[in-house]
């Protein structure tokens, strides 16, 4: 289906329940925001996954192969040299260079990317945005949550649902998970953070280190997962693609545990 042409089109599709699980006040709300741009129709927990297929673009996950390369296209206007300096990225022969959970993540004056990892929206996205309009903040050791984050507030209770929520069910039944963290991409066990069981830090992008906390099951007290941010990473990414980031890895880490063998109840 292509793009909706005005709110009401997206509003139809709605629950109409004004649950604000979305963070907006009512489904009208979302549904206008949704057709600004400013959220993105898979943000509505209630909405049935067919439908948000239904209007993504060229079929695929929100921005979706449309928005990449609307992405791509604003980069062949911006000079590169100039962004890797803003960023402390590396250029070199006309590409500037950044580590992506630990790879090497590139794009060149036409908007082309290169790198060794598949290149997932959820992970070319974020890059390019960060290129586009990332500060260059560095992080400064502060972890703060995704509710502390500018527009976070919000959103947050789609962030534990989307996000928290998941990996906390794959931590529960794959006990494996953290180390693989590390050795996979790039990360490093933390210690002693808000008293959790296991912290482990990693790296989507440079300058927006995410860092995630579990806290084991004890005395009849469930388990408890959560993930926390440098609290400059507004600053090198609007709260959307956090958002998108943080669903993105969280998506590659259920189809990894279900890879090894892990059933994960949802």
């Known amino acids: 289906m292509s793009a909706p042409k005005n709110a009401m089109e997206v509003f139809q599709h709605l629950e109409k329940s004004n649950c604000r699980d979305c963070g907006e006040k009512t489904c009208l709300a979302f549904a206008g925001a949704v057709f600004q741009g400013r959220r993105a129709l898979s943000e509505c927990p209630r909405l049935d996954p067919e439908v948000i297929r239904r209007f993504a673009p060229s079929g695929g996950a929100d921005g979706g192969d449309d928005g990449i390369e609307q992405l791509k296209a ?66 400064t050791g502060n ?28 931590a529960d039944v794959y006990t494996e998970l953290f180390d693989d963290m ?40 469930d388990s408890t997962l959560n993930l926390f941010f440098d609290e400059t990473a507004d600053r090198n990414l609007d709260i959307g693609t956090i958002f998108s980031l943080g669903a993105g890895f969280t998506q590659m880490i259920e189809r990894l545990a279900v890879r090894h063998g892990y059933k994960v109840e949802g």
């Open 74 to 139: 604003a980069v062949a206007n911006i000079d590169l040299s100039a962004a890797a300096a803003r960023l402390g990225a590396r250029y070199e022969n006309g590409r500037l260079t950044l580590k992506v959970l630990g790879k090497d993540f590139s794009v060149d004056a036409s908007g082309v990317i290169r790198t060794d990892i598949h290149v997932n929206p959820w992970v070319a996205a974020p890059f390019l945005m960060h290129v586009l309009h990332g500060e260059g903040a560095a992080p």
């Open 143 to 170: 972890w703060v949550s995704f509710r502390e984050l500018s527009g976070g507030k919000e959103r947050y209770p789609l962030f534990q649902k989307r996000c928290e929520e998941p990996l906390k069910r794959v």
């Open 182 to 221: 590390v050795h996979l991409f790039s990360g490093r066990q933390v210690e002693e953070q808000f008293a959790s069981d296991i912290a482990v830090a990693l790296h989507p992008l440079p300058k927006v280190p995410m860092m995630i906390c579990y806290w084991k099951p004890e005395d009849g007290i």
